[in-house]
């Protein structure tokens, strides 16, 4: 098996990308001062459209470890959240792994326009647009840090459209946060008033995804990944969907005991995947703006 090597592979896209420039990983501790990830849109790996010579797909999964003395830092504009309150669809997505059964709650507003993440430079000065295509929560958490996981994870799903007559070349953004025990989560008291409990899908309300992302919006991890479950079209059953990018937030969501119990009664199936090996992937660590 090739050994993917993260480091070259960007330098050379780099040097392709952006005449004459020049990027250095720096030694540990020091800080990018910056850099647009997003510009790095053809280091991405797709089942679709692998685009790296001599790279192996399957070598760029999620879930993963996240070692905090491992990252390259960085500083770059912060994302942008245009999210609002508007009307979900709230229903429940079962899936089948390794011959299991898997169930989550899953939320998608019915006016897709509405919810979207700038993020990055695309052809120099226009961002990439991410619109929220759905969110839904793992138990426990997918991602550790430090080995660690938590009680949840909430996962908001984005796609940017490159070219509507073309789906191949969407571009995938997951927001991941973290959720934790402690106080009430009003966003989750919204939903699990309303969980689906009979199959059918139900409607929310006035619900505002925002809720669920951390107060400071600078500080997160970035890295290139995969799907966590399964989707059409995946040729082998240990290895999703690649080429998404992947932005864990440093800071965490609280729930209460009382919620996370009535979650359960419904969701009782545990859905995190294991731990994938991080194959010499860099882990980027958003510092702050630049």
Known sequence: MKKLIWTSAILSILAS?????????????????NLQLMELESARISKD???????????????????VNNTVKYKSDEPIFNYTSTVWDAKTKTVTVDGKTESTLQVSPIDK??????????????????????????????????????????????????????????KYLVIGVMIKKGAP??????????????????????????????T??????QYYGSLTTPSAGDANPDEYKEGLTWILFKGFKTVSQ??????????????AR?????????????????
């Open 17 to 33: 990308c952006q005449k004459e420039a020049s990027v250095e990983i720096p030694p540990s501790g020091q800080i990018i001062p």
């Open 49 to 67: 459209n692998p685009t790296l010579e001599g790279v192996e797909l399957g070598l760029n999964q999620t879930p993963i470890n996240i070692t």
């Open 113 to 170: 326009t509405k919810n979207y993440v700038l993020l990055g430079k695309k052809n120099g000065t226009e961002k990439f647009k991410f619109v929220l295509d759905q969110f839904h929560f793992h138990t426990e958490s997918e991602h550790a840090i430090q080995g660690k996981r938590e009680w949840m994870e909430v996962h908001m799903v984005h796609i940017d459209k490159m070219d509507i007559n073309n789906p191949t070349d969407d």
């Open 185 to 214: 989560n009003s966003a989750m008291e919204s939903l699990i008033k309303t969980l689906p409990t009979n199959g059918a899908p139900v409607e929310v309300k006035d619900f505002n995804t925002m809720d669920f992302i951390p």
């Open 216 to 221: 400071n919006k600078n500080l997160f991890y």
């Open 258 to 271: 009382s919620q996370f119990d009535k979650y359960k009664s419904v969701y009782t199936e545990h859905n």
């Open 274 to 290: 294991p731990i994938q090996a991080l194959n010499n992937r860099i882990i980027y660590e958003h510092v702050g703006s630049k």
